[in-house]
């Protein structure tokens, strides 16, 4: 099975994006490789309180640093999935290179709402960053299906 490598990108790096990258690698998949990265990220900052929170109460514990979206990281990222339709427009308009291997979270997995985003819990409550980890954890269970089904085609 081929490797992907998987980007996960919000707007700082610090609820959103490391919450995806912490539940896509504990799944502990072999053949994928997996970053986050914002679009407005500040390099370096640590994930939010309620972010860490939450993954610690799910037994994730990631030693997450914010980093801001790069040439370099698009360029190493077979696939690069969005928050939010706004982030998808952002870095097709930044990286015309990534057009063709970027696109929300939510159409990635085929679903056709109105809205593609995924809401962010930034300076919410703890019940917010709950209800954004289980829909995260939810998007990318369904995201995993259709990546080993285009890997492995019956």
Partial sequence: MKLQRILFVCTGNTCRSPMAEAILKNKNIDA????????YAVNGSEASAHAKQVTASKGIF???????LTNEVVNWADLILTMTSTHKMAIQDQY?????????????????????????????????????????EELIDQAIKRLTSLKNPD
């Fill in 96 to 136: 015309p290179q990534s057009i063709i291997k970027v696109c929300t979270l939510k159409e990635y997995i085929g679903n056709t709402p109105s809205n593609h985003d995924v809401v962010d819990p930034y300076g919410g409550s703890l019940a917010l960053y709950e209800k954004t980890y289980h829909e995260l």
């Fill in 32 to 39: 994928i490789e997996v970053k986050s990265a914002g679009i």
């Fill in 62 to 68: 990631p030693m997450h640093r914010s980093s801001q």
